[in-house]
């Protein structure tokens, strides 16, 4: 494909698309950079070295370390047994995994208040327990959980499928048992779209707020995240600290971007390779 | 007889892809699956290969029960139509997979899997290409490359869909001598599934001819030809002219023309079929079937031309002497093949 000279109907297309990023992603962008350093650079790290805040920053980071991996194990394995097997139930099972998807984060937050809260289906058996979901790092990262569940297998299930079962078979004749050709052929086939997928999960799993608000009661400095830390902050007109953090939150997400487009632009010649296979 | 094949019957849902397939192989034999697509004869390979497992009959090979073994148990070598290379892996990383994945007692040492690996891209001719990927390769050498990997465990047959389906017609016909060079220098029982008639007479030692999940015939390709086991059989396999016919009192009549019957023909309704190379051409006046050229094309030294007989059109050689487009004529077949209704 060569690149055709712009005509005056395109330009405008572009400048009016440039325009829309500038306004609705950029500005917003820099207003959080802009507000965090209002007061300078000794307020802002003030703000940053709260112990709160800490805790915030760690919390965050724990639930995704639990949620982002069990999501990927999660979504590797639904997305192979959806893309590599026929089986009665398997739309239902794709319907189910982008459930998550659409619903409200809000409700994805409340079924566990429902089923753990202290007046809900389970709440009486988990008292006697003694273990306490709601209100507690758990319900915060089963909150999590769900609703960053469908982001890899809905990564995979195409590349799966377009990829078929070819050399799955053509392994197994080749001697090669069950977990060596899932380790050996389909992993690696998928390894750059389950790393795709892998940092949106991982950036919606830092970034959750409302299923997380509803389940985590905003304890400071124990069931705090970066975003409801926000929010706390903000509520309490304390609006060099709120964006301060959010700029931590914003940086946490640019580096994930930035990872995103590598291994984009990586992914994207593999692509073109598998398609010319 | 190492392979034997006994009534193998398989349906997915409602259609029935094998219907009572019984066949057998010699040692070295190579031999071809033959029929329109979905005749069965894919099927039947994979559930040679372990890849299907059939709802009836049995399958031995060298006295073992194949169908007690799982598909990696058999060291059976499968070439697929679409290759299914392993498109993460190099040339000589795929030829060397299915060595390297057998448990650590069974497996060769790192040096004997590169020598081996070098021997068989030596044998596909494809030296010093160990390092390409397959998108890095054309379609024929990615096929060579498929074979390379199915030797490489030694395998006790080798089994073949479609190997040349995906390949333009130049590719097709040299990869079709090689391969029966390497099947003669390995001397591995073959099974080779076609539709292209061509190859499968050009190529194997046996055709077996499947349609609608049943055997109609397996025999040599001259056989095959010369003597077909069915109607069905001789319009597969070549030209020639099919027509309804009644056979009465020891005489055939076929579109208008009466001759003797071959003896020890049963009367009643038959399709009467001949091979057009074998039938002369010969003036109004003879005695013949009644034809009339339609067009014509000269080609070296004889012509291709259509003809009507008895309302269906043919195409046929013909000597360059007394045609024209319009003209009547009368065909002479040498020999006739009666096949009952």
């Known amino acids: 494909m060569t690149l055709r000279s712009l005509t005056p109907g395109g330009a405008a297309l572009i400048l009016a698309a440039l325009t829309a990023l500038g306004l609705l992603v950029v500005l917003p962008l820099a207003m959080v950079f802009h ?11 003030t703000a940053l070295a709260e112990p709160d805040a800490w805790a915030a920053l760690r919390l965050t980071l724990l639930v995704a370390a639990i949620s982002v991996p069990l999501n990927a194990v999660f979504g590797l394995a639904a997305a192979w047994t959806i893309a590599k097997f026929e089986f009665p139930g398997r739309s239902l099972l794709v319907t189910l995994i982008d459930l998550p998807f659409s619903i409200s984060p809000v409700v994805s ?8 809260g202290a007046h809900g289906w389970l709440g009486p058996l988990m008292q006697e327990l003694g273990v306490q979901v709601i209100f507690n790092v758990t319900g915060v990262v089963l909150a999590t959980v769900l609703v960053t569940l469908p982001f890899v297998a809905r990564e995979l299930i195409p590349l799966m499928e377009q990829q078929g079962t070819d050399e799955e078979i053509a392994a197994i004749t080749l001697g090669a048992g069950p977990w060596t050709t899932f380790f050996r052929v389909t992993l690696p086939n998928v390894k750059w779209g389950l790393l795709y997928g892998v940092l949106l999960c991982n950036a919606r799993a830092m970034g959750e707020f409302g299923a997380v608000s509803v389940v985590s009661g905003h304890i400071r400095g124990l069931t705090n995240t970066l975003p409801l830390h926000v929010e706390i902050l903000y509520n309490e007109y304390d609006f060099v600290g709120a964006f301060a953090v959010a700029t931590v939150l914003a940086g946490l997400a640019l580096v994930t971007l930035a990872l995103k487009s590598a291994l984009e632009w990586r992914h994207a010649g593999e692509l073109a390779a598998v398609r010319r296979h | 007889m190492p392979l034997i094949v006994e009534d193998i019957a398989k349906r997915f849902g409602d259609h029935v892809a094998l219907d009572g397939v019984s066949l057998q192989a010699r040692q070295g034999e190579f031999l071809a699956l033959l029929g329109p697509s979905g005749s069965g004869k894919t099927t039947l390979l994979r559930v040679l290969a372990g890849l299907e497992r059939p709802d009836r009959g049995a399958v031995s090979f060298g006295g073992e029960d194949l169908l007690a073994m799982d598909a990696r148990a058999r060291r059976i070598g499968m070439v697929f139509q679409h290759y299914a290379l392993f498109r993460h892996m190099s040339v000589a990383q795929n030829i060397a997979f299915g060595l390297e994945v057998r448990p650590a007692k069974a497996r060769p040492k790192p040096s004997e899997i590169r020598k081996r690996v070098e021997r068989l891209l030596e044998l596909v001719q494809l030296q010093g290409l160990g390092g390409r990927y397959p998108a890095q390769l054309s379609g024929g050498q990615r096929q060579r490359v498929a074979l390379a990997r199915a030797l490489a465990i030694e395998p006790r047959m080798l089994l073949l869909d479609e190997p040349f389906g995906a390949l333009d017609a130049r590719v097709r016909r040299d990869l079709r001598a090689w391969l029966r060079q390497i099947h003669d220098e390995t001397g591995l029982t073959t099974i080779f599934v076609t539709h292209d008639q061509e190859e499968a007479m050009d190529l194997a030692d046996r055709v077996a001819i499947l349609r609608d999940g049943r055997l109609e015939q397996v025999d040599t390709p001259e056989r095959i030809y010369e003597a077909p086991a069915s109607a069905f059989v001789f319009g597969f396999v070549g030209e020639g002219v099919q027509l309804p016919g009644e056979v009465t009192d020891g005489v055939l009549s076929v579109a208008g023309w009466r001759s003797p019957a071959p003896a020890g023909t049963p ?34 030294g004889s012509s291709r031309v259509t003809c009507e007989i008895g309302g269906q059109t043919f ?27």
């Open chain 2, 267 to 300: 009367p009643g309704a038959v399709t009467v079929s001949f091979r057009t190379e074998s039938a002369d051409m010969l003036p109004a006046t003879a005695d013949g079937l009644a034809a009339r050229i339609l067009t014509l094309s000269r080609r070296g």
């Open chain 1, 109 to 116: 937050g409340l079924v566990w208040v429902l089923l753990f």
């Open chain 1, 35 to 45: 507000e965090a350093f209002r007061q300078g650079l000794g307020a802002y790290l």
């Open chain 2, 315 to 341: 195409t046929l050689q013909a000597p360059k002497s007394l045609i024209a487009p319009g003209v009547e004529v009368r065909l002479a077949p040498h020999a006739v093949i009666i096949h009952p209704k």
